[in-house]
């Protein structure tokens, strides 16, 4: 397209198609002036992911198997979910008035012939065979870039596009026929997209469809606390020995309940509003002060991060949209945004706040996948509730306990300490075990002056979906607080066992949170010939964390308490005995004692580092004593 065309074309901003109805008419919002610092901060983000999106762009005409892909500077795999991107490329033409990002997200479409399956799907992998599931979110995207920005596209080429999102919805008709067709994360996305593209497509059978969906999936919320459960095999209803759903964090609140609360707004559903606004409030409960989710317990945690999960949207829609109902919203929208502009360097989202410290290359399917929503926030601006960080995260006023009965988790806050006890036992997979944090493992601790002290990992890092996750660099070292011991080489911790239990208290001033559990394998045999039962204790103040670890078993065999602490290779760390560690961080000072000898695990560097949650650590070791068989550990910011 010639340059003055395009801007001629740019500036029906406006204009745009008449598939939908106008937005305040669809949302029944009333137009507010929005807070500019958050516009601002979404214009800028998005601007960066897509500069750097172009700058990964193969521009090989002459090879269409390649030509206009996004090349991922970190994994071999084609992450053909790429496409995605084509929203927010034609977004940001429609808001410079600059043709390249037009140009982009054509080449980008035009890729797409490369994964491209008869039965209209698109296809998660180079390989023919691949998942094709993916392609509802797919066509979420096209269908926005359409109804937003197709204005930007001649006649020919609008008619092509819209063509091959009519065959694309045909497929996710027939494969998502109810909620529980596999994960929920994919039944649930389908109502928005069926509604979104019944209207553009003018197929009143989509419409009826979502509108079926989403009165069924209103069945799909545990008690007490109205979390939205599903994520889990072999079918979305299955229940642990403790009689516990399949719930994840970060696929609720990144993918999810965006959809839901697109169609309920869209739709004017009010029931559906009144429960989203209930689930919203369980799923706030855990997120941190620093924006960040807390989602070493979820079932699908493999691909959790420190600011959500890696091959999700993102958590703006969902709260930012929905800010009106309860002003923290809009504050984690704020919030989350923050952390993903911390966490991006040189155009792109990197897995984790530790990445560039540790050198560890951005996979560019964070970049697309969170482009979609800034994209979409910005598209819905005018009729946005306001954002602004005013009002308080429960978690930053919190203080005492909350227990969450449905997973067998406690949340802890006194003081600036904040902290998550976890003997959560629903498997993702009902055959082999993606191990969350459990049992009775302190999945997460985070003081407000330092941040995140302890953070979760997979108890062995495994490539759940090899394409979607990155391998892991240099050793498996868990990032998990565990007892462990080994018995001729074999692994035993209390990371395999989904029976613990744990009891919690508060009074005068302490949170007591004392968790029985075993040391088990990998296969979830107990530890013979060694204790294997042992008591944890966590007790919190305003002052500081003391954890120990005991037994009345005989030690045989060493056993030790491990406390990966979060720390960055740039933070110095000092030995200022064989009992004390201290850890200078920017705005405090971290010491660590214990009553028992406390070391460092040898490691080729300074810190390990874990993909999951995208951190460095120093995997620190407290030797239990095998005559007092016990060992207690101090945790001070100063």
């Known amino acids: 397209?010639?340059?003055?065309?395009?801007i001629e074309r740019s500036a029906l901003t406006g204009i745009g198609l008449s598939f939908l109805p106008s937005l305040p008419e669809a949302f029944?919002?009333?137009?507010?002036?929005?807070?500019?610092?958050?516009?601002?901060?979404?214009?800028?983000?998005?601007?960066?992911?897509?500069?750097?999106m172009m700058k990964i762009q193969v521009n090989a005409p002459g090879d269409p198997h390649v030509h206009g892909m996004l090349k991922c500077p970190a994994c071999d795999e084609v992450h053909a979910r790429m496409m995605d991107a084509v929203y927010p490329f034609l977004y940001m033409a429609k808001a410079t008035g600059?043709?390249?990002?037009?140009?982009?997200?054509?080449?980008?479409?035009?890729?797409g012939e490369n994964v491209n399956r008869p039965d209209g799907s698109w296809t998660n992998a180079l390989s023919p065979y691949s998942w094709n599931g993916t392609t509802v979110f797919g066509a979420i995207s096209l269908a926005e870039a359409l109804h937003y920005h197709g204005d930007l596209l001649d006649e020919s080429r609008r008619k092509q596009w819209t063509d091959r999102l009519a065959a694309a919805m045909e497929f996710n008709y027939e494969k998502f026929d109810a909620i529980d067709s596999t994960n929920v994360n994919y039944g649930i996305t389908n109502i928005?997209?069926?509604?979104?593209t019944g209207r553009v497509l003018k197929k009143e059978e989509y419409l009826e469809r979502s509108r079926k969906l989403a009165g069924d999936v209103k069945a799909y919320f545990t008690q007490p606390n109205t979390l939205l459960f599903g994520e889990i095999k072999p079918s979305a209803h299955k229940v642990s020995v403790k009689g516990l759903m399949g719930v994840d964090l970060g696929y609720n609140v990144e993918e999810s309940l965006n959809s839901l609360v697109m169609y309920a707004l869209h739709e004017g559903d009010e029931e559906l509003i009144d429960l989203l606004t209930s689930t919203l409030n369980s799923h706030l409960e855990f997120m941190l002060p620093d924006g960040g989710w807390d989602?070493?317990?979820?079932?699908?945690?493999?691909?959790?991060?420190?600011?959500?999960s890696r091959t999700c949207d993102g958590c703006q829609p969902a709260f930012g949209?929905?800010?009106?109902?309860?002003p923290a919203f809009g504050t984690a929208a704020f919030k989350n945004t923050e952390l993903l502009q911390r966490c991006t360097s040189d155009g792109l989202l990197h897995g984790g706040p530790h990445?560039?410290?540790?050198?560890?290359?951005?996979?560019?399917?964070?970049?697309?996948?969170?482009?979609?929503?800034?994209?979409?926030?910005?598209d819905h601006w005018d009729t946005l509730p306001e954002i602004n960080m005013d009002t308080p995260l429960p978690r930053e006023t919190a203080d005492g306990l909350r227990y969450f009965k449905e997973l067998d988790v406690a949340l802890f806050a006194r003081g600036d300490w904040r902290g998550t006890v976890s003997a959560y036992d629903a498997e993702y997979h009902y055959k082999l075990d993606f191990r969350q944090a459990t049992g009775g493992a302190m999945s997460l601790l985070y003081h407000n002056k330092v941040g995140p002290l302890f953070a979760a990992s997979m108890a062995k890092y495994k490539l759940v979906e090899i394409a979607n996750q990155q391998p892991a660099p240099g050793e498996d070292i868990a990032l998990t607080p565990r007892v462990e011991s080994y018995k001729y080489g074999e692994w035993f911790t209390n990371l395999f066992d989904l029976t613990a239990t744990f009891n919690t208290s508060d009074r005068a001033g302490k949170i007591s949170i004392d968790a029985k559990m075993q040391l088990k394998n990998e296969v979830r045999q107990v530890l013979e010939g060694s204790a294997s039962d042992f008591a944890l204790s966590y007790v919190c103040t305003a002052e500081g964390m003391v954890l120990s670890a005991s037994t009345d078993q005989e030690i045989m065999e060493d056993t030790m308490f491990v406390l990966p602490i979060i720390s960055a290779s740039t933070e110095e760390m000092i030995q200022v005995s064989d009992r004390e560690i201290s850890i200078k961080k920017e705005k405090g000072m971290v010491r660590i004692k214990s009553d028992g000898l406390l070391k460092v695990k040898n490691m080729p560097k300074s810190r390990t580092f874990n993909m999951v949650p995208g951190m460095e650590?120093?995997?620190?070791?407290?030797?239990?004593?095998?005559?007092?068989?016990?060992v207690k550990i101090t945790i001070e910011v100063v």
């Not at 928005?192 to 979104?196: E, G, M, R």
């Open 1 to 6: 397209m010639k340059r003055r065309e395009f």
């Open 28 to 52: 029944g919002l009333p137009t507010i002036r929005q807070s500019e610092e958050f516009r601002r901060l979404c214009y800028d983000l998005l601007k960066d992911w897509v500069e750097g």
């Open 98 to 111: 600059d043709s390249k990002y037009l140009n982009a997200g054509i080449t980008l479409f035009d890729w």
């Open 192 to 196: 928005y997209a069926l509604n979104l």
């Open 295 to 308: 989602n070493g317990w979820g079932t699908r945690m493999y691909k959790w991060t420190y600011w959500g």
């Open 321 to 326: 949209m929905m800010a009106n109902y309860n």
């Open 355 to 378: 990445y560039l410290s540790h050198g560890i290359k951005p996979c560019v399917h964070h970049t697309f996948a969170h482009a979609k929503p800034l994209a979409a926030m910005l």
């Open 617 to 630: 650590a120093i995997p620190l070791m407290a030797m239990i004593d095998k005559e007092k068989k016990q």
